[in-house]
């Protein structure tokens, strides 16, 4: 029932029959390891209850994901991350049953992925993938010998972002998200060109989240009934990890939203979308010179500036809505000299 191979790169390669006529394997570094492994594989084997794959072998991969979509990513915060996720294994796999979605089919669909875009993306592309032979496992209960994303290796995370910003930046970025008059030759022409940006809202959306370490999706989504300025707080129903909390404003932060115009019967404090809040920073970050610096870094700015007025950890992960102190750890970028001044 098992076989036991060396391949091209000395390891040792199990390959053990499953139930139904399909097989799972694995590689060690030795053959004491595959000879384990294999042994317990067969054990499972003949202790496991005969299942119908009939399902597995009539579902289409495009059909699953369509329904996926349709039915549960749709309704989550990160539905349009998921939907082009989702898209790409609808194009490349999505002509495979489920029961054809083997592990061997997963890997060669890895390996030339990992030819243009980077680990951590496919990394999360399969991690999506995952979610979705469990949710047809366990909601659909179409039986499968096991998820065939848990049977390969995964690539690796990838360097957590640690880009602030340097120098003379946020005075350039500023002054680019500003509008202003151009230089023109002749006084018919002057204050007729105009350059920066010229959305009142996308200045001010910035400073706030530099200012709050607030998601962009979170400030866009403040509505005024949420605010307490004279408390210092801003209250967000619902967040990213599907928490409510209170943010504290600092007394800036509290300045800047005083000076935002108010638009009757206009709930938000920002009127503009994420969308054009994007599209307004590439253009913006383009005049200013700057590379490689996206709007989620300023959260990143954000969290170590705030760490250096608040040290407990604890009341940081409070201010930035983090669960998770090792994430909260990946937000955190003190810079060397500042830690050297603390030092003495």
């Known amino acids: 029932m098992a076989s036991i191979t060396r391949t091209a790169s000395s390891t040792w390669r199990v390959r ?23 042994a317990k594989e067969e054990s499972a084997v003949h202790h496991r209850v005969q299942r119908d794959y009939t399902a ?15 039915e549960v990513a749709s309704t989550l ?30 890997t060669a669909w890895r390996d030339e992925r990992l030819r243009t875009v980077s680990s951590a993306t496919v990394r999360r592309e399969l991690q999506t993938l995952g979610s979705v032979m469990t949710w047809a496992r366990k909601d659909l209960l179409i039986a499968m010998p096991e998820n065939p994303v848990s049977t390969i290796r995964l690539p690796p995370a990838g360097k957590a972002r640690d880009r602030r910003l340097e120098g003379d930046e946020e005075t350039r970025l500023m002054q680019a998200l500003g509008d202003h008059a151009a230089p ?7 204050g007729n060109y105009r350059v920066g940006t010229r959305n009142i809202w996308i200045k001010p959306v910035i400073q706030f989240a530099i200012e709050t370490a607030m998601r962009l999706s979170e400030i866009v989504g403040l509505c005024w009934g949420d605010v307490d300025l004279g408390e210092q707080t801003a209250f967000l129903a619902d967040t990213k990890n599907g928490d409510s909390r209170t943010v504290p404003l600092s007394k800036r932060a ?22 054009a809040v994007k599209l307004a920073w590439r253009r913006a970050t383009a ?31 409070a201010v930035t809505g983090h669960r998770d102190l090792r994430m ?17």
Not at 257 to 267: A, C, S, T, V
Not at 290 to 313: F, G, V, Y
Request: positive net charge; aromatic residues 6%; without cysteine.
């Open 77 to 106: 915060k990160s539905a349009t991350v998921m939907h082009y996720h989702l898209a790409r294994f609808v194009d490349d796999l999505g002509h495979l049953r489920l029961a054809g979605l083997t592990p061997e089919a997963l």
């Open 287 to 317: 005049r200013a010179g700057i590379t490689d610096l996206r709007i989620h870094d300023q959260r990143h700015e954000a969290t170590s500036r705030i760490a250096k007025k608040l040290p407990n950890p604890l009341d940081l992960a």
């Open 328 to 344: 909260l750890q990946r937000y955190y970028h003190p810079r060397a000299t500042d830690l050297a001044k603390k030092l003495g």
């Open 254 to 275: 509290v300045r800047l939203l005083k000076g935002l115009p108010r638009i009757e019967d206009e709930p938000r404090v920002f009127p503009v979308s994420a969308n």
């Open 16 to 38: 053990v029959r499953l139930v139904g006529g399909r097989s799972t394997s694995a590689n060690f570094d030795t053959k004491a390891e595959a000879q384990a492994w294999a």
């Open 56 to 70: 597995a072998e009539k579902t289409s991969l495009h059909d699953l994901l369509t329904r996926y979509e349709r």
């Open 184 to 190: 023109t030759k002749g006084a018919k022409r002057a």
